[in-house]
């Protein structure tokens, strides 16, 4: 798109993706193919086309959309969240640091345990919720500070300005912000001076449960030639199908996100008011120790809920079962929603001990805040709650 910038919905509808040239379809084919034809050795039709694995059009289109969404200049897609996390401890060494947030999410945190830091890479983890946390734990080695922002599952916010500024501090660290929970929508971390935003697509941005699928935007063209090369090498990339899955998505983003945003604001009202729920994660509650951050830093704050029972571990498992329109299941970010027990689920590859150092706790309930009937989502609450 030309001219002036475009508002959010706009891009979101049509960033990345021109009609057809030869038949004028609206929505960008699905290339359904492995390889293309060449006009000669080497001379492919179109240039870098000449294997789906360097490049495939809905692919390209995709890719050009995030960008366009996280407000950056390259978006390099991959097939799952955990693969685009992977691919930036693949621009590394043996001996080199990660600082990272201590409230991740399971899989990444098995990733950096299970499968880096058994190939010499070396990982510190912090409540980074407190920038001074990050400064503290950085060495001359570290090479990488990784946060979530809001984390999964505690919704801790962390300040971006704040973990850039330390980073800054030291030459050649790159500060990488997993975005999945706030979505493009709802904040921008490249416009914070942070150099990789990470998404899992298979959560908002693809938005229907349908798909799996991760994503890197950054800004920096050389950090982005490193990157396209391990699209290249290693291969974990998304199929077409994903891709268009992904991009149908992304058109819907907006909307569907404010609704998500709208309907937690209610399930908070109702959680607050039970005589059961001891805690609320959420950074729209004035209490939360970094409400101010997120009113700063987020457009809204987000579909994403979690709460600690007055409970036992069974008894808070038992209302993860009682349910009937939140589905008990693993994941979050679609339409429909979803409640989760985060020790036993999400986060039980985390040694207890750890687990409950960070603060998830027994009686801890993860909800993703679907698009429903807010009526129907707390009527079903109150009904699973324990009295």
């Known amino acids: 798109m030309g001219g002036e910038e475009k508002k959010f919905g706009t891009r979101a509808v049509h960033a990345g993706q021109e009609p057809d040239p030869v038949y004028g379809s609206v929505m960008t084919p699905v290339y359904l193919t492995s390889t293309y034809a060449q006009d000669a050795p080497a001379r492919p039709k179109v240039d870098g086309h000449d294997y789906t694995r360097a490049k495939n059009p809905t692919r390209t289109a995709l890719e050009r959309n995030l960008a366009a969404l996280e407000e950056g200049r390259h978006g390099h897609v991959f097939s799952s969240g955990l693969a685009a996390t992977s691919t930036i401890l693949q621009l590394l060494k043996a001996g080199d640091h990660v600082v990272a947030g201590d409230d991740l999410y399971g899989g990444t945190r098995r990733l950096f345990e299970r499968v880096y830091r058994p ?54 660290v790159l500060v990488c912000c997993d975005n999945t929970f706030a979505t493009p929508y709802l904040q921008s971390p490249l416009a914070h001076g942070v150099d990789v935003v990470c998404h899992s697509m298979t959560k908002y941005i693809g938005g229907h449960s349908d798909l799996l699928g991760g994503a890197l935007v950054v800004n920096d063209d050389a950090l982005s030639e490193r990157i396209e090369f391990l699209q290249l090498a290693v291969g974990a990339l998304p199929g077409p199908l994903d891709c268009f899955l ?132 707390l009527a079903d609450l109150e009904r699973a709650l324990p009295s």
């Open 119 to 172: 190939l010499g890479l070396d990982f510190t983890y912090v409540d980074a919720s407190d920038a001074a946390n990050v400064a503290a734990a950085m060495t001359d080695a570290t090479r990488v500070v990784w946060v979530e922002t809001p984390t999964n599952p505690l919704l801790r916010v962390v300040d971006l300005d704040a973990v850039v500024a330390a980073a800054r501090a030291r030459s050649d």
């Open 246 to 377: 992904a991009l149908r998505g992304t058109k819907t983003l907006h909307l569907r996100v404010e609704r998500h945003c709208r309907n937690a604001k209610q399930v908070v009202d109702l959680l607050a008011a039970h005589p059961r729920v001891k805690t609320i994660h959420y950074p729209g509650l004035p209490d939360h120790p970094n409400h101010a951050v997120a009113a700063r830093q987020m457009r809204d704050f987000g579909g994403m809920v979690s709460f600690v029972l007055d409970a036992d571990v069974e008894e808070a498992k038992a209302v993860c079962t009682r349910t009937e329109v939140f589905t008990l299941a693993e994941s979050l970010g679609g339409v429909e929603s979803l409640i989760e027990h985060p020790p036993s689920m999400t986060h039980a590859s985390i040694p207890e001990e750890e687990r409950r150092k960070i603060g998830i706790d027994d009686g801890l309930i993860r909800l993703s805040v679907g698009v429903e009937d807010v009526d129907d989502l």
